[in-house]
């Protein structure tokens, strides 16, 4: 189940909805901060049509019902960065993840965005659980996910990089047991 444009998520103060492709140059200008790529291993992207095309091959690859989507801040119609689910199929699982420019940091953005993600996810989509996961070092990232009550289960690698795994029941969710 994808989030129509029609009906996107939203909360008091932001719109998440899939990327469109005007937002090529707004992601290429997030990609193209280093601070806002210090913990990551993504590169930059070279130029705007390397972003539109990262949108468009991204749109038609992402399963639906899942991705990264544009926050709008709704006063003013601001792209401030992304937030959303990621499937792992290499470890069979949803990660969230988001990322804002710099001059959107400690506002509160982030985890009112995740905590929509996670309420879609949990509610909607009916996962059991997700994870997060942050760079040892990205103390942001670490106090977004304990907002939000991932608890932390392990230091790992990420990318080649030292990080921390977190992760979130859905205290909802229930398996119906059939007795034969």
Not at 8 to 36: G, H, M
Not at 50 to 67: C, D, M
Request: some cysteine; glycine content about 4%.
């Amino acid at each position: 189940m994808c989030v129509p444009e029609s009906n996107p998520l939203q909360t008091n103060r932001l719109l998440l909805r899939p990327f469109k492709e005007e937002d090529a140059s707004a992601l290429l200008a997030l990609n193209s901060d280093p601070k806002v790529l210090e913990f990551t291993a993504d590169a930059p992207f070279k130029d705007k049509e390397e972003a539109l095309q990262f949108i468009k091959t991204y749109l038609r690859k992402t399963p639906p019902g899942l991705g990264r989507y544009a926050v709008i801040r709704i006063q003013d119609q601001q792209f401030l960065g992304w937030c959303g689910l990621k499937y792992h199929p290499e470890t069979d699982v949803i990660d969230l993840g988001y990322r804002f420019f710099q001059q959107h940091w400690n506002k509160g953005y982030a985890t009112e965005a995740a905590k929509e993600m996670i309420d879609y996810g949990f509610n909607h989509l009916k996962y059991p659980f997700l994870v997060g996961h942050a760079h040892i070092k990205n103390f942001g990232s670490h106090k977004v996910l304990e907002r939000c009550e991932f608890k932390q289960i392990k230091a790992f690698t990420y990318d080649n990089e030292p990080a921390f795994l977190y992760k979130k029941q859905n205290q909802d969710y229930s398996i119906k047991v059939i007795s034969a």
